[in-house]
T-cell receptor
Framework: EAQVTQNPRYLITVTGKKLTVTCSQN?????MSWYRQDPGLGLRQIYY???????DKGDVPEGYKVSRKEKRNFPLILESPSPNQTSLYFC??????????????FGPGTRLTVL | AQKVTQAQTEISVVEKEDVTLDCVYE???????LFWYKQPPSGELVFLIR??????QNEISGRYSWNFQKSTSSFNFTITASQVVDSAVYFC??????????????FGDGTTLTVKP
């Protein structure tokens, strides 16, 4: 089954404690991306990757790191989380070029609370 | 800089009515992708469509249709014969395609659609 998995789904942590949110896809997609969703601010892109070892900043990269060492995985790293990173996070993947109906897949979301 | 505007914050219709969600975008790129997504009350994000900027053909998928007009920088989404299950927040988004920022995405603020029985 084609899917994007994210873990954990829910996390409550404290300020400064490093954490990683994993994202994995099984469709051999080149493109992967991280978004955060906040009330009143909508969806904003954090980082994206066009392929292995190719990552770029989105609109809100501050406080986050990513890596793309393998095609299937695109972890989001918060080295020193702060309360303003409390948010709902989504990972997505798709083929880079394709028809208009090629599907983009989203993970189920990770709800992060930083105290 | 890219910008996506969904001027309709909330729309309420009665079941079986047709409804159109507007999306207007701004970009200096000549090649880009446009998207529509659905976020039902359960919270997941569902991809609906991706449209390449060089393909202005309208798209129909069941009760859903999309009208892409490059001349007015609009990519509107119509649901025909709406159903209660269509109640969701709908997002329009734009992504650069081939320049140095290829893959960078910008979302509209979303339109909350409520379909009443």
């Amino acid at each position: 089954e084609a899917q994007v998995t994210q873990n954990p789904r829910y996390l409550i942590t404290v300020t400064g404690k490093k954490l990683t949110v994993t994202c994995s896809q099984n469709m051999n997609h080149e493109y992967m991306s991280w978004y955060r969703q906040d009330p009143g601010l909508g969806l904003r892109q954090i980082y994206y990757s066009m392929n292995v070892e190719a990552t770029d900043k989105g609109d809100v990269p501050e406080g986050y790191k990513v890596s793309r060492k393998e095609k299937r995985n695109f972890p989001l790293i918060l080295e020193s989380p702060s309360p303003n990173q409390t948010s709902l996070y989504f990972c997505a993947s798709s083929f880079l070029a394709g028809t208009s109906t090629d599907t983009q897949y989203f993970g189920p979301g990770t709800r992060l609370t930083v105290l | 800089a890219q910008k996506v505007t969904q001027a309709q914050t909330e729309i309420s219709v009665v079941e079986k009515e047709d409804v159109t969600l507007d999306c207007v975008y701004e970009t200096r790129d000549t090649t880009y992708y446009l998207f529509w997504y659905k976020q039902p009350p359960s919270g997941e994000l569902v991809f609906l469509i991706r449209r390449n900027s060089f393909d202005e053909q309208n798209e129909i998928s069941g009760r859903y249709s999309w009208n892409f007009q490059k001349s007015t920088s609009s990519f509107n989404f119509t649901i025909t014969a709406s159903q209660v299950v269509d109640s969701a927040v709908y997002f329009c988004a734009l992504s650069e395609a081939y320049n140095t920022n290829a893959g960078k995405s910008t979302f509209g603020d979303g339109t909350t659609l409520t379909v009443k029985p």
